[in-house]
């Protein structure tokens, strides 16, 4: 299975150099592979490239691959997690089917089972697969409502993703009919009251803690609490924190210095996993997880659901703003997120207002449709990044403008279309910007997601299509 991996075109999914991205295996790889201009940089750059014992990997880890084409099993995701998860999530007062789980998708099937036996896992599958609810079908498996004690930690690279999974974990809980006080989930996140979480940590710790890396550190650090009675231990967005200067040496001090892969399960998730053969071997080398880790990867071959239609509409810098417009009117989106790219600091320093505040004062007074006009940026502050997301999930149609910060795992289901006003930077941000729309699991609804691009900008857009494998009609106004 290792060998054959190695010979599929996904491999040629290749986001920018990151620190992690340090080994060389590339003369193993499919030639088709060194098309990718990110390849041939990441060749050039790699001097202290070594070559990784793919064989030691292969014979303590293991792959589960699976493409939805070949799969034959029919249990409800109820029967999967039968004996592992308690009764009382699964059958009394209300059940999963009333919160709308019956059938398991691809990445519940394939991992659960796994899951179970208590084997770390990476959950390797597209955008809106289902990976938040099974990693916490696994946490509900193993937690004792009884203890009073920290049991799970899941570990999320923003505030607004904590804010959903906390959302979705208690939504969970509440839904059993145990002492919900057993059950209780802690939201850590940044620019939250760490005080007060201080004493709450203190005097009745949580069943389960979701958390980002600066505040949970920021704890442990302190001596709050320790990291001894946790069973498993989840790294959401994986790929993303490690990429991310400012977490890596967190998380890396958190996988090994707080706690010890021997002591806990460890369960990794994400939708992009660059060079992946890498990131297992750096897994096991490391001792991030157990040498048997798995490697769940759903839709190996087809990084993108292919419920995502992508267009392209070519024109001028000037005019973006009009042809947006346009789109939004000719479209008509149910709802959709608009990203803009981050202000760079050059233009910061010159005193210009930044892309989405231009656009928003353009939105605001030209755009005639029945739509919330919203925006979400790192640079707003906690409470108003929040006050956006709560109007957003209230219901009612919405225009998100964006910077990348809604780009990773924010799950808005009822959006029908991604505009990028700004082209993303790495393939990597095109993958998860476009996976923000088409996330209803067995919906046959298709999904637009739409590029305002130069004519300068089209090669970039078309080496996106070649890494990702998908195809960008040209759309006339
Ligand atoms: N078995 C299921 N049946 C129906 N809906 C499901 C099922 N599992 C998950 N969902 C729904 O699918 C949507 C996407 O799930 P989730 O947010 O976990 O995706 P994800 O794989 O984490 O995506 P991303 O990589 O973008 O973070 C959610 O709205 C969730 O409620």
Known sequence: MASQLLNVPHLAFFPKISSFLHHSLFSTLNPSFFHST?????LKSSSNSRIINLQAVAETSSEIESNSATNTTSSTLRQICQGFVPEHILHRQASMEEIGFISPTDIQREALPTLFTGRDCILHAQTGSGKTLTYLL??????NPQRSSVQAVIVVPT??????????????????????????????LDGGTLRRHKSWLKAEPPAILVATVASLCHMLEKHIFRLDSVKVLVVDEVDFLFYSSKQVGSVRKLLTSFSSCDKRQTVFASASIPQHKHFVHDCIQQKWTKRDVVHVHVSAIMPMPLCLLHRFVMCEKTNKHQVLLALLESDAPESAIIFVGEQSEKSKKAGNDPSTTLLMEFLKTSYKGSLEILLLEGDMNFNSRAASLTEIRQGGGFLLVSTDIAARGIDLPETTHIFNFDLPQTVTDYLHRAGRAGRKPFSDRKCIVANLITAEERFVLQRYENELMFSCEERML
């Open 38 to 42: 990110y390849t041939r940089k990441a």
């Open 138 to 143: 696994l946490i509900f498996s193993l937690i």
């Open 159 to 188: 505030r607004e993703l904590g804010m959903q999974v906390t959302k979705v974990a208690r939504m969970l809980a509440a839904k059993s009919d145990i002492d919900v006080k057993g059950c209780t989930v802690m939201a850590l």
